[in-house]
């Protein structure tokens, strides 16, 4: 930082972290503007579903009948846990959705755990190494963007969908949803409560992950923050980011299988008839 420019105030520092890396050059006011791209998210995003793969791949390519290693066995529990979660919850074939159901886990479990980087690992520290303009905005956690959970619970929505019809039929779903639940002479009402119930179930799909990594995005900038304006100093940033992370490991994961869980019911849903 030059002698001519001024350590940003706490509301400017938390600000910037807070923005994202778009094709607009500027940051985004309204709640929904689908103009804006946020190529932050996306290519995280993407980079967390290379990694997912390549886990997997790696898992196996390694597996063997004999005595597991601890990278194997960590990855043989959690495929048992999604397949049996989704064997006891969707009352059909499982072989695509516990796969779907796996992925999505390991996806937003890598997705949140970006969460645990260092908040000034880019605008601090890789930005001014690579000669980047220390201003730019750049958010590293895709699941902390609203934009970002609520495409992954469309792509959710539109399985749920999919599989309706599949399990249905077009004629059995279209029947489901103008006669439930008040039966045939309450069409406009059935229609009505239904479209809500899909709307809800997907709009608060990525409303409750993105507001809890959100939540804990916030946490650490004002942890990050009681090192500068604090009289704890870095020692105090050093125990309480220590803390809140050791608490946040619950967090990430937790969301995910919370994620997880809602996928495998809402599957579950499209597979039984009212």
Known sequence: MSASEHAPTPSEYISHHLGHLNNANQQQTALVDMSYINYDTI???????LTAIILMYMASRKATSGVPGRFQCAIEMIVEMVNDQA??????NVSFIAP??????????????????????FSVWLFPALGIDTHTY????PTADLNGTLGISVGVFALMM???VKIKGA???????????????????????NLVEYAAKTFSLGMRLFGN???????????????AYSHFGGVGQIIAGSIWAIFHI???????????MLTLVYMGQAHEAH
């Open 138 to 141: 750049h958010r590293v956690v």
């Open 250 to 260: 619950l967090i990430v994961f937790l969301q995910a299988f919370i994620f997880m």
């Open 162 to 164: 999919f599989y309706s």
């Open 87 to 92: 064997k006891s919850i969707v009352h059909g």
């Open 171 to 193: 004629g059995g779903f279209v029947k489901e949803l103008c006669t439930a639940p008040f039966g045939p002479m309450m069409l406009p009402f059935n229609i009505a409560l």
């Open 213 to 227: 990594m959100f939540a804990g995005e916030l946490l650490f900038l004002l942890i990050a923050l009681l090192g």
């Open 100 to 121: 779907m159901a796996l992925t999505v886990f390991m996806w937003v479990s890598l997705m949140n755990a970006m969460d645990f980087l260092p908040v000034d690992l």
């Open 43 to 49: 290519i995280w995003s993407v980079f967390c579903g």
